[in-house]
């Protein structure tokens, strides 16, 4: 009897040095999509000022790309929920995999823990392209049909451009493409009349005249790019855009999960964290977890009311 109580006693000793001891081993960061991209380069810079913290900690950044985000989100759903695996996630695809019943998880199989970045959307053209505004666009696409370059279905640019059908009346013959890499090759080579993307991909195109980004898809210019119109103030009420957050397991204890959540806001409100995502063209915009998963509903929502109308 005293040997069994003896073990007992171990094995509570044991659990109690282990949550104390969290992270006692490397803490995963899945990236939904390849190295080398914006959304990578975030992860990276997360675990560059998140080891400024956590000292004794080990962090690697694990890449699974693919299905528009979905590879890596359904990866990170079906991992051990102790805090050693983090996800880094972006939207819209995030949602947009729901809507469609492509995904096995929901909104309710993670623990939101706040939004990183956001990604304005942007409509660019070549610089040699006749088109200087919406109106251009529109009387152009009304005139001929025009394809546009998108980042596959179901993404930012896809839905970005069934808005502007949507509201526009115009009909593009839409391109999706496997990246921003192939739709940057596709605008500077003059190969599409249009493409619909994200501004960090194009603005330092756009500052060397290789492309004009002719409208970010917001309703306020970017401080970065003061010289390009909104949407809005275009008269075209079409908004998007990406958004980068963090999230775990929902049945993370919550003693983990506050600590990834502590180390969270430690990251996002680092001087040095901002200075160097801003000279890589990062756009942080910090929300906490309850902002952004109330964010993420609506924008479930939204993108419902597309997929309803025009499934993909």
């Not at 469609?100 to 823990?113: C, E, P, R």
């Not at 409509?123 to 596959?152: C, E, H, Q, R, Y």
């Not at 756009?206 to 103030?233: C, F, M, Q, Y």
């Not at 509903?297 to 309803?308: E, G, I, R, S």
Request: one cysteine or more; charged letters at 25%; hydrophobic letters at 40%.
């Amino acid at each position: 009897m005293r040997k069994i109580l003896s073990t007992i006693a171990l094995c509570a000793v044991v659990a109690t040095s282990s949550m104390a001891a969290y992270p006692s081993k490397t803490i995963k960061l899945i990236v939904p999509s390849k190295a080398g991209g914006s959304t990578d380069t975030t992860a990276r810079l997360f675990i560059d000022t998140a080891k400024k913290y956590w000292e004794d900690a080990d962090f690697i950044v694990v890449n699974k790309p693919g299905a528009g985000g979905l590879i890596g989100f359904s990866y990170e759903q079906r991992q051990k929920a102790d805090g050693y695996t983090i996800g880094l996630m972006f939207t819209p695809q995030f949602v947009a995999h729901v809507v469609s019943k492509k995904a096995k998880y929901t909104l309710d199989s993670f623990n939101v823990i706040g939004n990183i970045a956001q990604d304005p959307g942007i409509v660019v053209v070549n610089s040699a392209s006749s088109i200087k505004t919406l109106d251009d666009l529109v009387k152009t696409a009304k005139a001929k049909k025009i394809t546009a370059a998108v980042n596959g279905i179901g993404s930012d640019d896809f839905l970005a451009a069934k808005q502007f059908e949507e509201k526009t009346g115009v009909n593009f013959n839409l391109l999706p493409t496997k990246g921003s890499t192939e739709q940057k090759t596709a605008i500077l080579g003059n190969h599409v009349e249009v493409a619909f993307m994200n501004l960090s991909q194009m603005l330092s195109n756009h500052n060397a005249g290789k492309v004009r980004i002719i409208a970010v898809l917001d309703n306020k210019r970017a401080d970065v790019a003061k010289d390009i119109p909104t949407s809005v103030e275009q008269n075209y009420n079409v908004l998007m855009t990406a958004t980068r957050g963090i999230i775990i397991r929902k049945e993370v204890k919550k003693e983990i999960a506050d600590k990834i959540s502590d180390l969270y806001n430690k990251v996002v409100n680092d001087a040095g964290f901002q200075e160097k995502a801003a000279k890589s063209f990062i756009f942080l915009n910090p929300r906490p977890g309850a902002e952004y998963t109330e964010y993420l509903k609506a924008l479930q929502a939204d993108t419902q009311k597309v997929f309803d109308k025009t499934p993909w």
